[in-house]
Nanobody, 125 residues
């Protein structure tokens, strides 16, 4: 059974950092892209970042470039999202998602097939 479990969310002050983890089970990261998405109250889900295991290529939303870094540890079958210089507008539920994929991934939620339950990130001003 494919399963994705997010962790690492919490409450942090503006300017602070958090590292989210997405632990995958039921499949290996090889041959897959893992994406991070977020959804704030009253807003649509938006793509934050994604990484493709086959070539390590990454993609970032403009709003997080230079502040967030996505990485993967295939030995732990886990993808991380390091979030620095957090802003109140980063407050949202963060989800990770997976899809069989090679090449540069897109930040399109419709591309992804398996989803985690989400972890809350709250940034106070």
């Amino acid at each position: 059974e494919v399963q994705l479990v997010e962790s690492g969310g919490g409450l942090v002050q503006a300017g602070g950092s958090l590292r989210l983890s997405c632990a995958a089970s039921g499949f290996t990261l090889d041959g897959h892209a893992i994406g991070w998405f977020r959804q704030a109250p009253g807003k649509e889900r938006e793509g934050v970042s994604c990484i493709t295991s086959s070539d390590g290529s990454t993609n970032y939303a403009d709003s997080v470039k230079g502040r967030f870094t996505i990485s993967s540890d295939n030995t732990k079958n886990t993808v991380y999202l390091q979030m620095n210089s957090l802003k109140p507008e980063d407050t949202a539920v963060y989800y990770c998602a997976a899809v069989v994929h090679w090449g540069l991934c897109r930040l399109e939620s419709a591309d992804f097939r398996s989803w985690g339950q989400g972890t809350q990130v709250t940034v106070s001003s």
